[in-house]
């Protein structure tokens, strides 16, 4: 399947790099979660064909399948560095298929680094970034650190992840934040309270996954989950409150019908709206995937559908929380 959409390109924050307005993230390519990896080589055919048709916006971490997703990103991009921009995630200590906690300590910060740089093939990180922040280590310290990598040549932009707009305003104080990524859908709007008007008064890039609210909004998730589903964990996704949410995404597959589009096409489609400055990020592990996904960026949405969708997925509507509300 071949597609002609063009992906345009955007600022990355204010005093940011040109990138593309969708971002490939490469997490699902391998084993994550007790999940089974992909087959390796779609997934680097996949991230290669991204590359191919615009996307340059890879987004990783260094404990991703225990590296095991930096180095697959790795093969991909070699030979063609400068066709990539490369986004890492650290800190998370992962073990037995756990999330253990975070380790952000500077010394730690330094040795993570140096083994990414060993696994991508690289010589710099494009954006660097603590994957989320707990209060163990000085807010000061962390960013510090990677504000010294910086300096260093190692990294080339900040960026944070996963915290409140009173640590974004910190951490930009600290060193210039180039980007925030934080999950953002229809069914996840928390942020539009502070977060992202910090974000954009501060001029910082939003990069914004979990467009599809871990599949709420696919059209696709019945309700009850097979046993095995990770999604099993959250209490959005739990007995009655599972029913009454998939009940809210009835509105949002019969706008998708009558568009020709898919639910998540359209999900996607509305992150995008939400602003220049915002660049929704999404899973993929095969390049089948790649026309859809591109598509929804071309999907545009009559004010009147705009308020519908707002209406319908006002911030507070769903039922149960998930890892997003910590």
Aim: proline share 5%; glycine share 10%.
């Amino acid at each position: 399947m071949t597609t002609t959409t063009t992906i345009t390109k955007i600022g990355l924050g204010k005093n940011g790099p040109l990138v593309s307005k969708l971002g490939l993230g490469c997490m699902r390519m391998s084993p994550v979660w007790g999940s089974k990896g992909n087959d390796e080589n779609e997934s680097i055919a996949t991230i290669q064909q991204a590359l191919d048709s615009g996307i340059n916006f890879l987004n990783t971490g260094d404990f991703y399948g225990h590296g095991h997703n930096e180095l697959l990103v790795g093969k991909a991009i070699k030979g063609r560095r400068d066709d990539a921009f490369i986004s890492v995630k650290f800190g998370g200590i992962i073990y037995g298929g756990q999330f253990r906690g975070l380790d952000l300590r500077p010394i730690a910060i330094k040795n993570f680094i140096d083994y990414s740089l060993v696994r991508l093939g690289i010589d710099t990180i494009d954006l660097y970034q603590p994957c989320r922040l707990d209060n163990s280590v000085p807010l000061e310290d962390v960013i510090g650190t990677v504000a010294d990598l910086i300096k260093e040549g190692k990294v080339r932009y900040l960026g944070v992840s996963e915290i409140t707009a009173d640590q974004l305003r910190k951490a930009n104080s600290v060193h210039p934040v180039t980007a925030l990524e934080i999950g953002y859908s229809l069914a996840d709007r928390q942020i539009e309270s502070e977060l992202l008007p910090a974000a954009e008064e501060l001029g910082i890039g939003v990069v914004a996954f979990a467009n599809t609210a871990e599949g709420l909004l696919s059209g696709e998730m019945k309700a009850p989950l097979p046993a095995n589903a990770y999604q099993n964990h959250f209490p959005r996704f739990q007995g009655e409150n599972l029913v009454k949410n998939l009940e809210k995404v009835e509105v949002l597959k019969t706008m998708a019908k009558a568009k020709g589009s898919t639910p998540t096409q359209l999900a996607i489609a509305w992150v995008n709206a939400q602003g220049d400055h915002i660049m929704p990020l999404v899973s993929m592990s095969r390049r089948s995937r790649l026309p859809e996904n591109m598509q929804a960026m071309e999907i545009r949405f009559t004010p009147e559908e705009m308020n519908t969708l707002n209406t319908h997925f006002a911030p507070g509507v769903m039922r149960g929380g998930t890892y997003l509300q910590r």
